[in-house]
């Protein structure tokens, strides 16, 4: 499965941005999704997960501010972004989990929030 993500950019603070990404290729039996993010000197971290029955998991650091979706049939997945803060900059990856296979990656899009 390949998986593209787009829609990051700079935005200041308290702004809001969507993020989404489109799965393609082997896309059957894909369960899980969601997205990492992976600020400058830090470790990749979880932001959100989504399963396919729709269930949600969130960080602590962005509970109520963002929000993570999916649309089954478009085999896409999204990321509301609101209330941004500057610790939210950061490279934000999303991933898709299918059974037996290996975790798949996104290239990853850049979320910049000046103050």
């Known amino acids: 499965v390949q998986l593209q993500a787009y829609g990051g950019g700079l935005v200041q603070a308290g702004g809001s941005l969507r993020l989404s990404c489109a799965a393609s290729g082997s896309i059957a039996n894909i369960n899980a999704m969601g997205w990492y993010r992976q600020a400058p000197g830090k470790q990749r971290e979880l932001v959100a997960t989504i399963t396919f029955s729709g269930s949600t998991n969130y960080a602590d650091s962005v509970a109520g501010r963002f929000t993570v979706s999916r649309d089954n049939a478009k085999n896409t997945v999204h990321l509301q972004m609101n209330s941004l803060k500057p610790e939210d900059t950061a490279v934000y990856y999303c991933?898709?989990?299918?059974?037996?296979?290996?975790?798949?990656w996104g290239q990853g899009t850049l979320v910049t929030v000046s103050s």
């Open positions: 991933y898709a989990d299918r059974p037996w296979r290996n975790r798949a």
